[in-house]
């Protein structure tokens, strides 16, 4: 019978040393489960940018400035000098690296910016530029920036007028 009891106590033991490092084992799984959860949503937004693109049309030989573009009049000029500037369309997003941002502009053209690479070791943006007529890819170009500098992309029309292309990068803020 004493036999017994210490059998019987024996196993109580096991048991309650299994049922306990079950219990933390579990425990253990579900904190790394949530940190994990966490550790995501945090990098996911520091990798988010946000990304504003637009289309400006530059016709030479004009005055005219569009007044939504009175902010950057003095890059324009210096980019294009005696040159007219109108905006076609302007969009801004906030996106993480395989997101894009897409912008129409005039005579079935698109332009598609997307993320790259929201980081490099120097503290740089990677962003794929392309621009589109009727869906058909006319250039593409990989494009590593500062974040809050605004950079062009130009391309010259038929009809001697200039398509300047602008994007501009900053750290992501806000919803998405």
Same mark, same amino acid.
């Given at each position: 019978? $004493?036999?017994?009891?210490?059998?019987?106590?024996?196993?109580? *033991?096991?048991?309650?040393?299994?049922?306990?490092?079950?219990? !933390?084992?579990?425990?253990?799984?579900? !904190?790394?489960?949530?940190?994990?959860?966490?550790?995501?949503?945090?990098?996911?937004?520091?990798? $988010?940018?946000?990304?504003? =693109?637009?289309?400006?049309? $530059?016709?030479?030989?004009?005055?005219?400035?569009?007044?939504?573009? $009175?902010? *950057?009049?003095?890059?324009?000029?210096?980019?294009?000098?005696?040159?007219? /500037?109108?905006?076609?369309?302007?969009?801004? %997003?906030?996106?993480?690296? #395989?997101? +894009?941002?897409?912008?129409?502009?005039? %005579? #079935?053209?698109?332009?598609?910016?997307?993320?790259?690479?929201?980081?490099?070791?120097?503290?740089? =943006?990677?962003?794929?530029?392309?621009?589109?007529?009727?869906?058909?890819?006319?250039?593409?170009?990989? =494009?590593?920036?500062?974040?809050?500098?605004? /950079?062009?992309?130009?391309?010259?029309?038929?009809? #001697? +007028?200039?398509?300047?292309? !602008?994007?501009?990068?900053? *750290? !992501?803020? #806000?919803?998405?």
């Amino acid at each position: 019978m $004493a036999e017994s009891r210490r059998r019987n106590g024996r196993l109580a *033991i096991e048991l309650a040393v299994a049922a306990f490092t079950i219990a !933390g084992l579990a425990l253990g799984l579900c !904190g790394i489960h949530v940190s994990r959860a966490e550790m995501d949503t945090k990098s996911r937004d520091d990798l $988010a940018r946000q990304v504003t =693109v637009f289309g400006v049309i $530059a016709t030479p030989g004009s005055k005219t400035v569009d007044s939504k573009l $009175a902010n *950057i009049k003095t890059q324009l000029d210096k980019l294009l000098p005696n040159h007219g /500037f109108r905006l076609l369309d302007a969009r801004s %997003n906030r996106i993480v690296a #395989g997101e +894009s941002v897409t912008c129409d502009l005039d %005579n #079935g053209y698109t332009v598609v910016t997307s993320v790259v690479r929201p980081m490099d070791e120097n503290g740089k =943006v990677q962003l794929r530029c392309e621009l589109f007529q009727d869906q058909t890819r006319q250039f593409s170009t990989l =494009v590593t920036t500062p974040l809050n500098q605004l /950079f062009f992309c130009q391309r010259e029309l038929r009809d #001697g +007028s200039q398509l300047l292309i !602008g994007v501009g990068t900053r *750290i !992501g803020v #806000g919803a998405r």
